[in-house]
């Protein structure tokens, strides 16, 4: 697959249990923070975003944190199912267009 | 509401041919970019067009890589020659407005023998 090579770190966690994959951005003047997840053979598709005037933010299942101090992004993912299996992204950008993308944490749901 | 999409899926050729990849944004969605990542890197930015107009190709790896988007709608990025380097995934995404999320294409993977 197209992960080959790109040593991911991996979250194996439960399937019913909590995930939560963290982030650590790199420019203390980012503003806009965005989680993505990626399947197998698919592009990176939005799930929350947050705001660097936010500390969290909360979606159908997932929330998000922001820790502007130590430069930390942490998603959530409640009760964990077989389709979150993926490769999870973070980016970040400074309110402009050219995104920063984490090098990704691969979430594995052990049935 | 269809999303971005991305043709060929899949394309593999020889060292110093020519590949062209193509972009349809979402409906309505002015600004467009491309981002790449190659084996065992971070999905990396290439350029960004707002409509017609390339707003900044600053990471365009060298002369070899072309994007337009004449008429502000669909966009193609032409590799030639390719070099073996090339190989990756190359992703597109789109945005209504500078600054708002982006949403991505399911990508063109181009493996470069």
């Known amino acids: 697959g197209e992960s080959v090579g790109l040593h991911l770190p991996t979250l194996s966690v439960q399937e019913g249990d909590n995930s939560i994959i963290n982030c650590a951005y790199s420019n203390s003047a980012s503003d806009y923070f965005i989680w993505y997840k990626q399947e197998s053979g698919k592009g990176p598709q939005f799930i929350i975003d947050?705001?660097?005037?936010?500390d969290k933010r909360q979606g159908q299942r997932v929330t998000v944190l922001l820790n502007k101090t130590v430069k930390h992004l942490s998603l959530q993912i409640a009760a964990t199912q077989p389709g979150d299996s993926a490769v999870y992204f973070c980016?970040?950008?400074?309110?402009?267009?050219?995104?920063?993308f984490g090098t990704g944490t691969r979430l594995k749901v052990l049935a | 509401e269809a999303g971005v999409t991305q043709f060929p899926s899949h394309s593999v050729i020889e060292k110093g041919q020519t590949v062209t990849l193509r972009c349809d944004p979402i409906?309505?969605?002015?600004?467009l970019y491309w981002y790449r990542r190659v084996m065992g890197k971070e999905i990396k930015f290439l350029l960004h067009f707002v409509k017609e107009s390339k707003q900044d190709e600053s990471g365009m790896p060298n002369n070899r890589f072309l994007a337009e988007r004449t008429g502000g709608t669909y966009s193609t990025l032409k590799v030639q020659p390719a070099e073996l380097e090339d190989s990756g995934v190359y992703f597109c995404?789109?945005?209504?407005?500078?600054?708002?999320?982006?949403?991505f294409g399911p990508g063109t993977r181009l493996l470069v023998l």
């Open positions: 980016a970040e950008t400074t309110g402009t267009y050219k995104y920063i």
């Open positions: 409906s309505g969605h002015d600004n």
């Open positions: 947050i705001r660097s005037n936010m």
């Open positions: 995404a789109s945005s209504q407005g500078v600054g708002e999320t982006q949403y």
